[in-house]
């Protein structure tokens, strides 16, 4: 690590910050420390910071909002990367918009939706960066990323740039090339339609409205924590088997919304694997169905 260090510190690439607590960047607000945080001060600072990694082989993990990822309580070792300013630009050309990878998905919607374009009506709850919803496919209300991504530009971790038209993405449920093969979202192109700004709003104002009544937001969470199983629901399965309410320390299975899992103030990584685990074994013995986290577990054990 300390060649990488010794070059890094010379290269000028952005924020620097060692062994940095990653509870502050994720929002369940867990997570031990990041070996190497690096915030990239633009697309240029963050190639070239890739291309360092690649020459000494250290690790990297991208993070954006952190809003679906647990960080262990050990934290992540090697570098973590941190899309911020300079990677937040946002252009709208006709029904088309293009947008940095750590620009937030809720505001594009509500950007979008203000400039009379439909198609991200149903990002508007989703608390992630873009390059966060590319990556996970993200997805609400009938819709996700694939329906309306038309390229996005990656730099892979040899430092390659290259752009990936949306079949090259390999988009399924909460899946992309991404999860496969390693790079990092610099820009996306959305592709949209011309809509009726009031119907536009409407349906935003509905969807958050069915958000703020079935979802815990005064507590740290991450969304939903399994993903749903072929002709079912998560939340239906784990409501029904008892366990709204249940807790591992300061793990709750939200009282609101059974596929929630609330940090309740002092909740440790551990807590919430422990607890998913319990969910897990309960719906597998009650239900014989096997629940798969779609919260990504990052981090040493
Ligand atoms: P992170 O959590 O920071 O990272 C997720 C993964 O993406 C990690 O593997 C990370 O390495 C990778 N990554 C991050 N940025 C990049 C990049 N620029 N390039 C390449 N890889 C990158 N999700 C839904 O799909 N639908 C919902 O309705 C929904 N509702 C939610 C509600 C709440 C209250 C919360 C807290 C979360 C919800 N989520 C939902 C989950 C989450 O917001 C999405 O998965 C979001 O897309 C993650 O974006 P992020 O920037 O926070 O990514």
Redesign the pocket.
Known sequence: MQPFITELTSANVGKVLYNEPLANY??WKIGGPADVLIIPGGKEQLVKTVKLLHKHGIPW?????????LVTDKGIRGVVIK?GEGMDHIQFTGDEVRVG??YS?ITLSIKAGKEGLAGLEFAG????????????????HGS?VSRILKEAE?VLETGELVRYTTSEMQFAY?HSI??EVK????EATFQLEHGDRKEIAAAMASYKER?RKT?P?QLP????VFRNPPNDFSARLIQEAGLKGYRVGGAEVSTLHAN?IVNTGQATARDVLTLIEEIRQTIQSKYGISLVP?V?V?GER
């Open positions: 994720t929002t993990t991208p993070i954006g909002k952190g809003s679906n990822m899309l990878g750590a998905f709850g989703i608390p992630g960066t873009v390059g966060g919803a590319v990556y996970m496919n993200a997805g609400a996700d990656i909460r991404l999860q790079g990092i979202v610099l958000r979802q937001y969470c991450c969304g939903s929630f779609e990504l990052v």
